[in-house]
């Protein structure tokens, strides 16, 4: 094992996607603790379904396959994804949920049928983009990996500088309002900032299953803190393993996806979680009350003492 990690780190091109898959599972791991905390978990899946036909445009308009043009559709995409969510939502008797499914479904459905004619145009199987389905770090370059690296520590600085804001406003936004933060402002700027993870990760893990990447991790790191701060940093260490041991896996067979090899890692942080986190975890809870009922079983009957007090007779 200590060899192939080595022969890993050799190879310039697999330690530059080490790297970025790690950066990227960090930044995610960070942003997704707020979307859990704010119960917008599905907010993660719809932006990154909703990336796909700004993709899907982007290079229509360009015609190139660079990863600032896909940036810029995918991140206008969900942009218009987040209005459209806020716009059904105020103005009707739609729940949130059912708005984030509408608007999830509606945009994938967009962007597939712009894939399906780009894939029958004259670039035809050229262009490559059905692999932003699941992903392909594989196909990654140096400036690709790169602009993943320098996204991914943007995000960890803004969520670290802004961390009291978020705070405020995963807990208690009414609060944060009578302080007088600007609640919508900042509501907007969380979804903007997911929308750049989403973006960024889209091409390592795909638009399918890059919500799991943002979400699983901060599940897992809940499990065994209630305090904020540790929470985010759990989340963010969570998802830097992730992408490090889906990368690390997909080196050691030919035709293994990185993207889901690193969900994967990601869903056995949790289950592990589940089980054997402290005070919160299945099997410690089991331990507990077991242990419990085994002290009550062995134990005599319960005495019951009263204590009376002896009160001299009034004269």
Known sequence: MLDSLLHLWLDP??????????????????LGSFAYLRKQSLMGDALSHAALPGVCVAFMITGSKSILFFLIGA????????????????????????????VLSVFFGVGIVLLTQ???SSSGNQSGL?????????????SDVLTMAIISFLLVGVCTLFFKEFKLLSFDPGYARGLGFPVGILDHFMMFLIV???VVGIQAVGVVLMAALLITPAVAA????????????????FGAFSGFVGTYLS????????????????TLVFVFSLFFAPKRGLLIKMIRQSSM????????EPEHYVKTKEVSPVE
């Open 118 to 120: 780009i894939q029958h």
């Open 293 to 300: 009922k085994q002290k009550i079983q062995n134990s005599s």
């Open 251 to 266: 080196t050691m067979g030919s035709n293994l996806p990185t993207g889901p090899l690193s969900v994967l890692a990601a």
């Open 75 to 102: 991140a206008v995409a969900g942009l218009l994804a987040t209005l459209s969510i806020g716009w059904i939502t105020r103005y009707s008797k739609i729940k949130n949920d059912s708005a984030l499914g509408i």
């Open 13 to 30: 091109n697999a330690r530059w996607i080490l790297l970025g898959c790690s950066l990227l599972g960090l930044s995610s791991g960070v």
């Open 222 to 237: 809940r499990y065994w803190t209630e305090k904020l701060g540790l929470m985010v940093i759990l989340s963010g260490i």
């Open 130 to 142: 059905d692999k932003f389905l699941f992903g392909q770090a594989a196909s990654m370059i140096h």
């Open 196 to 198: 750049v993870a989403v």
